[in-house]
């Protein structure tokens, strides 16, 4: 078995310290995430300043998903078409995936699929924080998109380990997170939160991520919900099984495409109300992979 030395922390952190720095507008959209004042007005005129996410975001908002009669020339008009939380998530989303594409990974690593994967996952879970009572869902979106950060570090920090944890996971004997803790005592969710407490990032989505592939394994899961909801890492949970299902996975040996891929949503609403969030879903996330 592969073991990692004891500063195994410094190593993915150092990763995490090498990817590019975060541009003005993240920068100003993560910091939103834990106040009511999202500023979209100054958000607006960096966004005009940026040639290649004012592109992607007219790009968007002019698609065939979104039924628009009339071209959509603006950023200030954008922002009226898709609301100011959605064309937030869509910054969000185009933002971290541009940012973590020069990052150096080992090989059999695809970035594609990283990004693809993860902005599915973030599509998903903020869709269904909508419709369900859930801890924090304004940073639905972010912990859906973050969930597998800890993967993307791995792979670009720890090669030789990450090539080790493909080996047993391969195998198909455990789980992904049961190969890592075998090799590096530290879970991809694990890794994860770190790096969101390296970004301070709200504590409701270091707890989502952190949890994400075991909600049960929370201590203070009860204690983090909302009254008589869910849990943010329950959402993203789910979402990340149903992506998976979708056969919209990182790696190629994930969960088995499946005749019903969204029945794991069923957990949190009715069919009425799933049959609605994975058609919203699908069209969102067609629009959007054509970004990409």
Not at 178 to 194: D, Q
Request: glycine share 6%; charged share 20%; proline share 4%.
């Amino acid at each position: 078995m592969v073991t990692v030395s004891a500063d195994y922390r410094a190593i993915v952190l150092k990763a995490l310290a090498d990817l590019p720095p975060f541009s003005p507008v993240l920068s100003k959209l993560l910091a939103s995430l834990s106040t009511d004042d999202v500023a979209f007005g100054q958000l607006a005129t960096l966004i005009e300043r940026d040639t290649v996410l004012s592109g992607s975001v007219l790009k968007l908002v002019n698609a065939a998903a979104y039924a628009r009669r009339g071209q959509v020339s603006s950023i200030a008009h954008a922002i009226s078409v898709l609301g100011l939380t959605k064309l937030r998530n869509l910054i969000l989303g185009l933002s971290i995936t541009r940012m973590v594409r020069s990052a150096k990974t080992t090989t059999g690593w695809s970035q594609a699929n990283f990004n693809m994967h993860s902005v599915a996952t973030a599509i998903l879970t903020d869709h269904l924080a909508q419709h369900v009572s859930v801890n924090y869902p304004e940073g639905a979106f972010i912990a859906g998109l973050f969930h597998d950060i800890g993967r993307l570090l791995i792979a670009s920090g720890l090669l030789e380990e990450h090539h080790e944890i493909q080996r047993q996971f391969e195998a198909g004997n455990r789980t992904l997170s049961e190969c890592e803790i075998s090799v590096i005592g530290i879970s991809h969710a694990g890794i994860a939160a770190l790096a969101l407490a390296e970004w301070n990032l709200p504590s409701p989505i270091q707890s989502a991520v952190e949890f994400h592939n075991d909600p049960a394994s929370n201590p203070r899961l009860d204690e983090e919900k909302a009254s008589g909801g869910f849990h943010l890492a329950e959402i993203v949970c789910a979402a990340d099984e149903v992506v998976n299902r979708l056969g919209n996975s990182i790696m190629p040996r994930q969960i088995e495409l499946d005749e019903k891929p969204f029945q794991p949503l069923s957990t949190f609403v009715g069919a009425d109300l799933l049959e609605k969030i994975a058609e919203s879903f699908t069209r969102e996330y067609t629009a959007i992979r054509a970004l990409f």
